[in-house]
């Protein structure tokens, strides 16, 4: 009991808002609070207007709570930090846009709208440049459910060769893992145990590494 005692009080707390120093940009009319690797899209009161920061970076003082919603301390406004939002604030803010529209993409072709994926992962491309090696993947992905299997096995070389892709991120293993997956249902066993080799190489430990060998060995059987 009391074990359990300590975890829900544990719980309650982390439940609880929090008192925080918010740094980062507005976006496209949204705050992102924005860490070293990472950006984070704020939820704010509605009748907080950030329209006027439009670009701008900004800092907040108040209360985040769960689910990234925050609050501002009472007699505190956002504080201008810079007239522009810096570089690679806005980079890692773009990559949020682009997660968000590959994600979508992906479900969109799941579902067998093969003109509604293309579409959105056209524009999930042209968000930042080069696009990262994973917007690739789920672009080669997205070709193997559509069936274009040659267009997807192009994909897969420019992600091998690491020359037409942004590496600034560890690739995602799990992708590649999808990726080849696919290709192996498709009948192309040889892309998929080139797709399912760099997950592999992409893996960092024990998470995602029996699957995707285990994925693997199916794929070389004959």
């Known amino acids: 009991m009391l074990l359990l005692g300590l975890a829900l009080a ?5 439940s609880k808002p929090v008192e925080a120093n918010l740094v980062g940009c507005v976006i496209g009319g949204a705050f992102y609070s924005v860490e070293p690797t990472i950006a984070y899209r704020i939820s704010l009161p509605g009748d907080l207007d950030v329209a006027p920061f439009e670009g701008k970076q900004v800092a907040m003082h108040g209360k985040l709570m769960p689910g990234d919603r925050f609050v501002l301390a009472d007699g505190e406004q956002p504080q201008v930090k810079a007239a522009t939002c810096p570089v690679k604030a806005l980079r890692l803010i773009k990559h949020n846009e682009v997660v968000d529209l590959r994600v979508a993409a992906t479900h969109a072709a799941s579902a067998g709208d093969h003109a509604g994926a293309a579409d959105l992962i056209a524009r999930a491309m042209a968000v930042l440049s080069p696009p990262s090696c994973d917007t690739f993947t789920d672009r080669a992905h997205i070709l193997v459910l559509a069936g274009d299997l040659a267009a997807a096995r192009k994909d897969l070389a420019i992600i091998k060769a690491h020359k037409k892709c942004n590496i600034d991120r560890r690739m995602n293993p799990l992708l590649l893992q999808d990726l080849g997956n696919a290709l192996r249902d498709k009948g ?8 399912l080799q760099l997950a592999l190489a992409a893996c960092d430990g024990d998470w995602c590494r029996p699957d995707i060998k285990k994925d693997l060995a199916t794929a070389k059987k004959p």
């Open 188 to 195: 192309d066993r040889r892309a998929a145990v080139t797709a």
């Open 10 to 14: 544990s719980a309650a707390q982390a």
